[in-house]
């Protein structure tokens, strides 16, 4: 068994603007991923999903909650990232992050 190496879980949900289709945001979603967070360091691994409400959840699993903040503040300074934000309805987004109990 692998054990990993990731002591935070951060979590987002949210629901698209009616304009975004799944499509579209699937695509942007990805690129994120993998230009952006997976080169971030203490990044452990990501995931997202679609809820059959429309309601989107994505997990991302850091080493530590300074990699987490510094990876939220150098996504801001993106240019991807304007795209992706502007692809949820903001009002519904939740965020929350859990720190692991050893």
């Known amino acids: 068994m692998k054990i990993s190496k990731a002591k935070v879980i951060e979590i987002a949900s949210f629901k698209?603007?009616?304009s975004?289709?799944?499509?579209?945001?699937?695509v942007l979603d990805h690129?994120?991923?993998?230009n952006h967070v997976a080169k971030q360091?203490?990044?452990?691994?990501?995931?997202s999903a679609m809820?059959?409400?429309?309601?989107?959840?994505?997990?991302?699993?850091?080493e530590t909650l300074a990699d987490a903040d510094v990876s939220m503040t150098s996504f801001t300074k993106t240019p991807m990232a304007a795209e992706f934000m502007g692809s949820i309805d903001l009002k519904t987004?939740?965020?929350n992050r859990y720190t692991l109990v050893d």
């Open 16 to 18: 698209l603007k009616p």
């Open 93 to 95: 987004m939740a965020m």
């Open 20 to 26: 975004i289709s799944y499509d579209d945001f699937a």
């Open 31 to 34: 690129s994120v991923e993998v």
């Open 51 to 62: 809820g059959e409400n429309g309601e989107w959840v994505v997990v991302v699993h850091w």
């Open 41 to 47: 360091k203490g990044f452990v691994s990501r995931e």
